[in-house]
């Protein structure tokens, strides 16, 4: 008897977590999960599930981020009673990191760029509060 087994790759999208800057499209942008499984298949079926990665990316971009067991965990926990990891400890430690990552790969040039427009955001929010 022969045995067919092979390596299957595939990924799908867990669904919005929240809303949060994202620097390389330069606003607020809706961010989601995803989950990447590797399987190891029998015959063409996936069958035993090999290894499982879970990021979060940007939902405009793309830009990802892979997640640690342990803050999958903590974001999936949320997500279990909640809409939305918005105003949480655990967003607010996630995008620190993300923010540290997304701004490394830029240029003095950029980086001075990003303040400046992120100063007349600020600027504007605050008009734009004012007059409410
Ligand atoms: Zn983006």
Redesign the pocket.
């Known amino acids: 008897m022969i045995i067919l087994f092979g390596w299957n790759k595939n990924a799908e999208r867990l669904g919005e977590v929240c809303t949060a800057y994202?620097y390389?499209?330069q606003k607020e942008?809706p961010w989601e999960v995803g989950r990447v499984t590797e399987w190891v298949s029998f015959f063409a079926v996936p069958t035993i599930p090999f290894k499982r990665e879970h990021f979060i990316f940007?939902g405009?971009?793309g830009?990802d981020f892979e997640l640690s067991k342990k803050e999958f965990k903590n974001v999936h926990s949320i997500m279990c009673h909640s809409d939305a990891i918005d105003h949480t400890s655990v967003k607010d430690a996630l995008f620190k990191t993300i923010e540290q990552k997304q701004l490394a790969e830029k240029s003095e040039i950029q980086m001075r760029w990003i303040k400046a427009n992120l100063a007349r955001e600020e600027h504007l929010k605050t008009l734009r509060e004012e007059r409410e």
């Open positions: 994202c390389d499209c942008v940007c405009k971009c830009d």
